[in-house]
């Protein structure tokens, strides 16, 4: 899948987009979008399926000092599920939204295999490293937060996928995220109409209402790089 994706990703970067990006405003990006993984992982976890956690001392009968817990609550297994995620983020884009100009990470393709549609609204951000950065932000922040991260997945009730992790950590631990880097419905509404006006501007989008991804004309060729209309040049950005 990531090396389908990779070859979407090099195919659709020709509607370039540069500029300075805020570091801490991509820190709460992928902090958010590391926790949405974790829990949709963790759902997927055989409840029944047990891991031994203690400190291996033995009792004064010879015996480990060790107890069962369920894996989706074990500090070992968590970490394994986010180093899997942090490598998922190959799969993930930076965007701006065309109406706003709000930054957001996206998947380009979604887990059932099908275009994410969400991408008509937005604009590719590209840079030399293909959005690899997305990966290390990933690691730094679980590396930063690792015991505050394992120890609330400890805690939480046996079948409750935490879905207020997100704002413990990222918001209020961490202090990444600000309720303004969250996407709005003013960020995410975009039409036809806003396509038109916006194509007067910028010309064409390959991956737009007219043409591009998202089920709304994949059938049309990608422009390359060099045709008129898309300039390359000056195509980095520095975090």
């Known amino acids: 899948m990531r090396f389908a994706c990779s070859i979407l990703i090099s195919s659709f970067l020709v509607v370039l987009v540069s500029g300075a990006i805020d570091p801490r405003n991509l ?41 069962k817990v369920p894996a989706h609550r074990s500090a070992v297994f968590i970490s394994e599920l986010i180093d899997g995620i942090c490598k998922k983020m190959d799969d993930y884009v930076r965007v701006y939204y065309k109406s706003t100009g709000k930054l957001a990470i996206m998947q380009l393709i979604m887990e059932g295999g099908g275009m994410n549609p969400e991408f008509s609204k937005t604009k590719f951000v ?6 690899k950065s997305l ?31 997100e704002k413990e950590i990222c918001f209020n631990h961490a202090k990444y995220c600000e309720d303004w880097m969250l996407p709005n419905e003013e960020d995410t509404t975009w039409t036809a109409e806003m396509e038109k006006e916006y194509v007067k501007i910028h010309g ?18 990608t422009p390359d790089a060099d045709d008129e209309g898309y300039d390359d040049t000056d195509a980095k950005e520095e975090l």
């Open 126 to 131: 590209t840079d030399d490293d293909l959005n």
């Open 27 to 67: 820190k709460c990006l992928v902090c958010r979008t590391t926790f949405e993984e974790l829990n949709r992982a963790i759902m997927k976890v055989d409840k029944w399926k047990k891991v031994d956690v203690g400190n291996f001392r033995m009792d004064a009968d010879g015996n480990t000092m060790q107890q």
């Open 204 to 221: 064409p989008d390959p991956y737009g209402f007219s043409g591009g991804l998202g089920g709304m004309g994949m059938d049309q060729p």
């Open 135 to 165: 990966e290390y932000y990933c690691e730094r922040m679980f590396e930063e937060n690792e015991d505050e991260i394992t120890d609330l997945y400890k805690k939480r009730p046996h079948d409750d996928i935490m879905p207020d992790a």
